[in-house]
């Protein structure tokens, strides 16, 4: 079956502390590996695709890697307007979900002055 | 326009009441997707429209009824909802069923009293 989990569910920083959340995956054949981030009350804004192993984007303070079991969102230097929660999804190849995309439930970041 | 744009904001709704959700994109997409959000929860998939005609139905109550008038909108119309049903409703799109990643509208915050 496919599955995302996503940890730690919640993470609180001070401005300025570095860290890392993950998502671990099981899928039949991974299509993409996508992060957004989600403000309370509001859509997903969507944050990064990663296709392949070894793949890495970035984006101001965020940088995602993907192995093949799972991908890390890190945040460097983060700030308070970087607290939201932060969903991980994966889209298969095949099998019964195939293209739809199947979420974790989420990190909530909070980032304090 | 990289947008998907939903209204209203926010609806309250009697359980008797008939009310429609509506989405709209500017992308030139050919897949929509209606999804539902609790809070503290991922958005769960409701329904997929692929080039305007309904793909994918969830198993969800027939409360709830959606409609692809033409490629750039979709609507959700409620009617006889229980307080259960209160939730975040999420439109989102992407250029192809099954394949590229979504972008989401803001949402329309429901309450059933």
């Known amino acids: ?113 | 326009d990289t947008e998907v744009t939903q209204t209203p904001k926010h609806l309250v709704m009697g359980m008797t009441n008939k009310k429609s959700l509506k989405c709209e994109q500017h992308m030139g997409h050919r897949a929509m997707y209606w999804y539902k959000q609790k809070a503290k929860k991922p958005p769960e998939l409701m329904f997929v429209y692929s080039y305007e005609k309904l793909s994918i139905n969830e198993s969800v109550p027939s409360r709830f009824s959606p409609e692809c008038p033409n490629s750039s909108l979709l609507n959700l119309h409620l009617h006889a909802l229980q307080p259960e049903d209160s939730a975040l409703y999420l439109c989102a799109s992407s250029q192809e069923y099954r394949n590229y990643g979504y972008t989401f509208g803001s949402g329309t915050r429901l309450t059933v009293v």
């Not at chain 1, 995956?25 to 309370?40: A, E, H, K, M, N």
């Open chain 1, 1 to 113: 079956e496919d599955q995302v989990t996503q940890s730690p569910e919640a993470l609180r920083l001070q401005e300025g502390e570095s860290s890392s959340l993950n998502c671990s995956y099981t899928v039949s054949g991974l299509r993409g590996l996508f992060w957004y981030r989600q403000d309370p009350g509001k859509g997903p804004e969507f944050l990064f695709t990663l296709y392949s192993a070894g793949e890495e984007k970035e984006k101001e303070r965020l940088k995602a890697t993907l192995t093949k079991k799972e991908s890390f969102l890190h945040i460097t230097a983060p700030k308070p307007e970087d607290s939201a929660t932060y969903l991980c999804a994966v889209q298969a190849i095949k099998g019964g979900s195939q293209g739809n995309l199947i979420f974790g439930k989420g990190t909530k970041l909070s980032v304090k002055p």
